[in-house]
């Protein structure tokens, strides 16, 4: 099973809930380290010295498209038409009942609005509502539910490859910054089972109902990205909001290792020796990124 197919898979399961076959099946796939890019100041320093790693909301990230739902309306109303509980509201208010050949024609039109509207029209039933409210009502509501998403889930990305050239360029100050290394396998059961990988697609996430917009969902539209992304190869921890405290810290141990970028010297020599100072005490090994010297890729010593 290729690694994107197997992804797919567990972000299906997760769906549906069955996490007996969710979690065996990460588990097999579970990346024996996870990399983190950052560029070289007193933060990423701290963050080291400290033991911990941010956690980012959402709106805080460099994708516009980042945990981005998007709601089925039409779907909805189709759904919404047949159920029962709708064909007796309608008769008690209007005193008028709906055919089975009413019905399925609202249904099965390209506008189920527009067909239920025209129906009520042919009974003689004034409806106070246009079909263009009643849809902006509903996308009003579905842009309150992307807000809240955004402020409910903070996450902490990391990659599962040390070498990457594009990753090296973004996040670690074109090559001047560090990747740390961190055994997420060994980290304790909160952290790890929080532990993601992210799938690539060419479709945003589609949500068809409001009712299937549960917590868990919420968190399986943070684990989906565009394709133009998948050579990040991320896993994501992504936490939800439980209560009042929502901290922008997570304790972590110590990092595996540290990697200096191929133009690290650059930097600002106190920060240099303050990097290797946290580094000695807290008795992490380090490596130094060059190039290779016949192909384009990055190699550790």
């Not at 697609?201 to 409001?210: A, H």
Request: charged share 30%.
């Amino acid at each position: 099973m290729s690694t994107q197919n197997w992804k797919t898979e567990f972000w299906e399961l997760m769906m549906e809930e069955n996490y007996e076959d969710a979690f065996p099946l990460r588990e097999l796939n579970f990346p024996k380290s996870c990399y983190k890019y950052r560029r070289l100041n007193q933060t990423t320093i701290n963050t080291i010295s400290e033991s911990y790693i941010w956690l980012s909301a959402i709106s805080e990230l460099n994708d516009p498209f980042e945990c981005s739902l998007q709601f089925d309306y039409l779907e909805c109303s189709r759904v919404f038409y047949s159920d029962k509980k709708f064909h007796k509201t309608f008769e008690k208010k209007f005193g008028k009942t709906l055919s089975k050949d009413e019905i399925k024609s609202i249904v099965t039109n390209s506008n189920p609005n527009k067909a239920y509207h025209e129906i009520c029209k042919s009974k003689g039933i004034i409806l106070n509502i246009s079909i263009e409210k009643q849809q902006e009502v509903i996308e009003k509501r579905w842009a309150e539910i992307n807000e809240e998403t955004n402020h409910y889930i903070k996450v902490c990305s990391f990659s599962e490859i040390d070498n990457s050239l594009l990753l090296w360029t973004h996040y670690a100050d074109e090559h001047k910054g560090i990747c740390i290394e961190y055994d997420i396998v060994n980290e304790p059961p909160e952290v790890r089972a929080f532990l993601l990988p992210i799938i690539y697609s060419v479709m945003v996430y589609k949500v068809g109902l409001f009712e299937e917009l549960t917590s868990l969902r919420k968190i399986g539209s943070t684990l989906i990205k565009a394709k133009d992304w998948e050579y990040e190869s991320e896993w994501r921890l992504a936490f939800f909001r439980q209560g009042n405290e929502f901290p922008s810290k997570l304790a972590v141990s110590k990092p595996k290792a540290v990697y200096l970028g191929t133009r690290f010297h650059l930097n600002d020599e106190k920060l240099i020796n303050d990097l290797f100072t946290v580094l000695e005490e807290k008795e992490i090994p380090y490596y130094f990124m060059s190039k290779h010297p016949s192909e384009y890729k990055l190699v550790s010593s």
